[in-house]
């Protein structure tokens, strides 16, 4: 009788190991973003830094290229710490520059929450203009982090802007490539077209204000020849 239980439990296990191949693995997970009012602040504070009072669709894709860059780089061993909002404050020029402007001081001035006074803006800013414009930018934020927009601009992974002096087309090898350290000098920047389908309305086209751009890989003369 034990030797019979013995088998069948042998069996159960070898039946186990053919019906879950030893090659089989689970899918990587996506990273998830770890939301505090801190987060959603320097979010929000990165819109109006970088698209000023703009569309919703600028918003979602600035805020879209900012999750793609920091899934890439958590990839790395000396970035695995990062969090979404590290990313925001290292990308976004109004958190990263050391000497702000005035436009920039008062932008960090906003607060995670409706504007009920003067946050701290100059004496020229009338901060009660800016109240509706500041709530329509953390519900955007708020969609975001609750997953109802979809990336309208898969293949952008870096905005610039007029100071960039871009064409339509142009390549731009020496900018930072994308960060993981195999890719060095591997490719170059494209600038996109702009234009994208409005998060508001499918059907309707938007222009966006700022410059977008891919990276665009450099083939080796002996893979390319290798391909041929």
């Known amino acids: 009788m034990e030797k019979t239980k013995t088998l ?14 030893a090659h089989a693995t689970e899918a990587e997970p996506q990273p998830q973003i770890e939301w505090s009012d801190s987060t959603r602040l320097a979010l929000a504070q990165c819109l109006v830094g970088e698209a000023g009072w703009g569309t919703i669709t600028e918003y ?22 990062w969090t979404f909002e590290t990313m925001a404050r290292k990308y976004c020029a109004v958190h990263r520059v050391s000497s702000p402007t005035p436009r920039q001081e008062w932008v960090r001035a906003l607060p995670w929450g409706p504007l009920e006074g003067n946050p701290g803006f100059g004496g020229t800013v009338q901060w009660r203009y800016y109240a509706r414009h500041w709530d329509r930018t953390r519900e955007i934020v708020a969609k975001f982090e609750n ?37 060095q000098g591997k490719g170059c ?20 204000q700022n410059y977008y751009y891919r990276y665009v890989w450099r083939m080796p003369k002996q893979e390319a020849l290798a391909s041929k």
């Open 147 to 183: 997953g109802e927009f979809e990336d309208p601009f898969p293949s952008a992974t870096f905005w610039g802007g007029p100071m960039d002096h871009a064409r339509l087309g142009d390549t731009d090898c020496t900018r930072q490539p994308p960060p993981q350290p195999q890719e």
């Open 60 to 81: 979602v894709v600035i805020a879209h290229v900012l999750r793609k860059r920091w899934e890439a780089v958590i990839k790395q061993p000396q970035y695995a710490d």
């Open 189 to 208: 920047w494209q600038m996109l077209p702009g234009i994208v389908k409005s998060v508001e309305d499918g059907k309707k086209p938007v222009q966006l």
């Open 8 to 21: 069948i439990a042998l069996g159960l296990v070898l039946a186990g190991l053919v019906a879950t191949p």
